[in-house]
């Protein structure tokens, strides 16, 4: 391994470490950036582009405000690379925006804006795809096969940051639903002096009279007092 490989191990290596010593998904996010931008040659601005929905995006842990602005273009348009590498490709890459005919309208803006080569990840795990992690760079074939191999590294810690927080959020809500549906139950079982399994039958049937989510109908329950 040569001196210079032993340096990029080794500067991974304590990024994986940042990364364990953040306590929030913001922050694992924003070491994610940093390092592309500080790990790959060339790479002069990065940020995150997150799925949320079916169409909608949001730019996060972004460097500085040009990928803010591009990710506007690429959302606003419907094509560009991150939007690709967000839903469809694992790596989208293009090495001279001037000669690259994929996104046409992007590709003007990005241009204009002083973009010549761009290079997305998708943030993926087996069971989720969470958005892309972007670098944009102001020359042209910025980006080599040791850029790709860098970029899809921090791209894995990202997209394990992004599920877990998405995991724990899920978590939360069905404790929280169950916690509403145990309430309602309780008020109903004490208003009409039924017995557990008869009032949770109670607002299964409200439930699907009024084609209405479990949650809610014991929502407005608790917070009707009816």
Not at 8 to 16: D, K, N, R, S, V
Not at 149 to 175: D, K
Not at 201 to 222: F, H, K
Request: proline share 3%.
């Amino acid at each position: 391994m040569t001196e210079s490989n032993t340096h990029l191990m080794q500067a991974l290596a304590e990024t994986a470490r940042t990364f364990t010593g953040q306590r929030n998904l913001d922050g694992v996010l924003q070491s994610a950036t940093r390092a592309a931008v500080e790990l790959i040659p060339g790479a002069d601005s990065a940020d995150i582009l997150i799925i949320r929905g079916k169409k909608k995006f949001e730019s996060v842990a972004s460097t500085a405000q040009l990928p803010v602005e591009l990710d506007r273009v690429q959302e606003r348009l419907g094509e560009g690379p991150c939007v690709d590498a967000a839903a469809d490709a694992f790596v989208t890459r293009s090495d001279d925006l001037e000669f690259e005919t994929r996104w046409p309208r992007f590709t003007k803006a990005a241009l204009d804006a002083g973009v010549a080569s761009m290079l997305s990840f998708q943030l993926y795990t087996k069971t989720d795809t969470a958005g892309a992690l972007n670098l944009f760079a102001s020359q042209p074939n910025a980006f080599d096969a040791e850029s790709v191999a860098i970029g899809e590294a921090l791209a894995a810690h990202a997209a394990i940051a992004i599920t877990a927080e998405r995991t724990e959020l899920q978590l939360h809500s069905a404790v929280a639903s169950r916690d509403i549906i145990g309430q309602a139950k309780g008020m109903l079982m004490e208003r009409f002096t039924v017995p557990a399994d008869r009032a949770f039958e109670m607002l299964i049937a409200l439930s699907q009279d009024t084609n209405t989510p479990l949650a809610t109908v014991a929502a407005r329950i608790v917070e009707d007092g009816t």
